[in-house]
């Protein structure tokens, strides 16, 4: 079998990694601008959490619904759909004049940003199996991976010498570019007939995760005791519960429970929250950091990461192929253990700042276990479910990562000890290698590199993984 992608196969790469490119891109670009947006509009730590959470909220919450209508109604339809929302969401969030405003803009943002993720990757993974899947992921990683370059260097010269509102406006180029390209795409859409979609799930999940994550990042000033903490953070709760029950009985579901009963799936998916969780906990933290703790402006602090980003793009698609003959269950350990190692860097960080010497190694280590572990961890969750249901699979699978990145955002106050100094910056490095250890040890003990072929009620497995 040849391992060369065909000329359509390339272009759907590119169509999937140009409409994630977006949505990826914001997440760089926010925490560099962090500092410049709480400075204008005010707010502090609160704001600079809220910006980020309204964001994930929706993303996390929808993302899930935008799997199950992708699946139904066909990817390229709600790609377009995501790609226009979200640049209008954009424009719209530039021109923010208050923290409310921005942060109601922002979750319009995360909404449309659903509709991208999932419906991307699923037309990865629809139209290319095999070994070649694992290739043409690690193509659309390292791809992807671009916006970590891009955001953090163009989005720091825009807060310096520009504005932080410039920041959001990147995305126009990259949604022009994608709407154009979908019509020079020979697949098209097939569509289910009949589809039911669980749009009352839908809303109690986005409800259930506001509410909780409300009490999370509001906890810090109000108190556990305060009624407008623990009413929200309880109705949260049995309001997750019960979208959860209501997707094990309804006909229709936005999250089949079902699919959580292959292994690699579901092993996969838990090392993917703890890993995700670390990486926005990571990324939050240093790029803060380095500008309110060690004094870097905006430009400086987004390419203190530069190094890691350059290994994911060099590396990605090399360690996708590999994963593909070998399996993924050693990519996903050693990766892991390597980030590990990479925080644990960062507390070398004192009061006398040297990037050269205290943040660069870390980053060199960190970008090696990373570019170690996306495209295999990718590919192990998606190869184990089958084309009709990619979809569906590759959103759970997002939907996961952005939680844990939410949940861990929302109890930032918590993990660094109220105040982003330099201790709680090792605070942060400590907690991040802890998580990171944790996925190490999961895809170790879980993940399984030749899954069973499946009988007719199962969803089957890539056998080249």
Known sequence: MSLTLDAQQRLVVWIAALASFVAFLDGTVVNVALPAISEELGGGLVTQQWVVDAYLITLSALILLAGSVSDAFGRILVMRIGLIGFGIASIAIAAAPTPLFLIIARALQGAAGAFLVPSSLALITSTIRGPLQGKAIG????LTTSAMVAGPLIGGLFVDFLSWRFVFLINVVPIAVTLWLLTRLKAHDVRRPGTRIDWIGGAMCTFGLGAAVYALIEQPNLGWASPAIWIP?????????AFLVRQHITAAPILPLGLFKIRNFWTGNVATFFVYG??????????VYLQQGAGLPATLAGLASIPTTILMIALSSRMGALAGRWGP???????????AMGALLLLSVSEQFDYWTQVLPSMLVFGLGLATTVSPLTAAILGAVDTSRSGIASAVNNAVARVAGLLVVAMLATIIGGTLDLAGFHRAAI???????????VSFAGIRNRMPQ???????????K
């Open 278 to 287: 670390a990486l926005s906990l990571n990324g939050f933290v240093v790029a």
């Open 454 to 464: 499946p009988g007719a009620d199962a969803t089957p497995a890539a056998s080249a």
């Open 431 to 441: 907690v991040t290698a802890a998580m990171m250890a944790i996925g190490a040890l």
């Open 233 to 241: 953070l309880v109705a949260g709760i049995l309001l997750f519960a």
């Open 139 to 142: 193509l659309w990683t390292a």
């Open 329 to 339: 269950r050693l990519f996903m350990t050693v990766g892991p253990v390597l980030m």
